[in-house]
């Protein structure tokens, strides 16, 4: 992929406007305060604040939101050491080293470990980005729509598969967002279908009122029906320990001693975020376990800085990676992915991998703005992190209603649409009884994304076939290799479940903890 | 592993179980800790769906719509017809695995008034949907924030009238800056 000084230069002057880093700023304050919330996500904060970025230019939307997501995705670990409750699913690895340093007077070190660690990984894993999304873009760039079919058919098994630990779940979550994909008018025929006589819906699902339906509004119903049932109190949590100053701090030496398990984590993160449907849950336990096995003399788990390294540079090394398959071939990795890529196709800047010659100074601007944010979250996190973990005590009765009404404002101004709102509130609903069955919400949300081209490159491939279908599915080596991938990693996915490992590891933590 | 203390991960169905597999189970580490009626398993849920999936497959059968040829040859059926397969398929996968026995613990602790709790608070923002696009944000958003608040925990009339005035004001004046115009609705602002 060849380097376009021009939209460099124009990305340059976008992201280094005093409004662009406003909003970067803005979103890491915010974001590490979504991290820090028990029950709030980084997914939850960016599809809550994607209807704040319709009116803005394109690179002070990205600096927003991949500030909320850098934000989010350390914020977790400041609630996970200071009250053992992990902000986000992916810093649950944390809490085990995390917060019984926390209980030994050794708070602020955890959180130092924490924030080094996660600035490091998540610094390492934009510089793969940077260097392998191009490289996957130019390969991409030869594929023609059979091999598009299949990588996209790769992604949904990987994404069935991998997502959560009961396989057929996971699948039926992807072949959900498939279905729900598909409503709307036909794109050959222009005749509506699934619309069961809804005029609204022939223009289909739209993208923004399903995801903050499925990742924000869902969470709140099952938290708000748990408050009202359980009638839960907050409990009050001494969090005198954490005050700035107070407690042994974190030196340089003692942060380069855990180098080996911040490289483990760095790898496994990698590994993680490039592959659809791991994520950064499955990075940091994997890179936790993996630490323990391998570093059986540093007793990981026991109240260490190694652990909480491995875990935080396991969950962040996944930043950078979960964006490539969305940068080089369209397909999101993830449920933030996702919700970036529809921040771009919102924008007009449809990520595919063409993207990066036609929009290179938004693929550059991306780039600049997951670098900067790292520096500006060391920043507030090194500062605010005690601050930080008064805000995760922050009362859900106070939350809930700030989230509902974000959502219905979000829904409506994103079309003005009226049914757009009822769409997210049933989207919210639908997600809720997934939660609550164990289907997880991710793959719906990504398989929803990506059906158009799923569809659109079949019906062409049929098309320039003359209605051969052998000779459409499997027109070359790269589409056969794609078919048996997706077979063969199926297999090995179902096998060797990374998921599995992950609540063994958790079950093992817990034993060893008690 | 204890067999008093049950894991809160695994519970598994008994109604369609028999002894032989309640033994497996036990053996495997996984305990009975309460019976739970067959339709809260993995194969309970996954018959319910294949069912109402099979329902959506024979009304796009039907349906005069998916008779329809597109230009390529497609009928515009045919896409949706392949989605419903592959839903009906996983959720019959759901029936069959060898976790269709297992209940998963949020499932085990559903109760009726979980489901009135959530169809409520859904029914509850609707209407506070459909007010504010006819009365206005600033006279519905309060209201619902401050309800909303008092009945999540926030006893206090006084603090839950605060922080519903404080929050609505908030979100008006985030998205007034960004630009963007908020429902009116009776009021002229």
Redesign the interface.
Known sequence: MEFSPEGFALALEAVFQLKTIFWLVAGILLGVGVGAIPGLTAATGVAIALPLTFTMPIAQALGLLIGLYKGAVYGGSISAISFATPGTPEAGATVYDGHTMMRNGYGQKALDTALYSSVTSDVGSDLVLIFCAPIVAAFALNFGPSEKFWLVALAFTLLGSLSGEHVAKGMLSAALGVFLGLIGNDPVGYVPRMTFGLWWLQDGISLIPLMIGVFAVSRMLEQSATIIKSKSITKKIDLSGLKRGKGPHLGFREFLSCWKEIALGFGVGVLCGSLPGLGATVGAFLAFGLAKQLFPSKKIGSGVIEGIAAAESGNNATVGPTLIPLLAFGIPGSATAALLGGALIMHGATPSPRMFSLYPEVVYALFMLLILGNFFNLGIGKFFASLYARIGLLPKSILIPLIFIMAIIGSYVYRGNPYDVYVMLAMGFMGFWMRTVGIPDGPLVITFLITPMMESNFRKALLISRGDWIQALFPSGVAITLAVAAVVLTILAIKFSPSKRVKQEVKEAEIEGE | MDPVEPSP?AYTATALGDRFKYIIFYKWGFVMPKKYSWIRS?QG??IL?VVSFIGMFLY?EFAD??E???????S??F??KV??A??I???F??TV?S?RKEV?E??AQ??F??LI???A??AY??L??FL??RLG?CIV?PI??FS???????KSIVRSLL??FI??GL?YG??TA???N??SGILPF
């Open positions: 991960r993995n849920i996954g769906l796009f719509w998916a329809h040829v597109a230009r390529d040859g497609f515009i059926g896409f949706p989605a419903t592959l839903v398929f996983f959720s996968v759901m695995d976790k998963i949020n499932v559903l109760s008034s979980t709790y959530s169809v608070i859904t923002c609707t506070a949907y504010m696009v944000y958003v619902f924030t909303l608040t008092y009945v999540l925990g926030l922080v519903g929050i609505s979100i985030l998205f960004l630009g963007v908020l429902p």
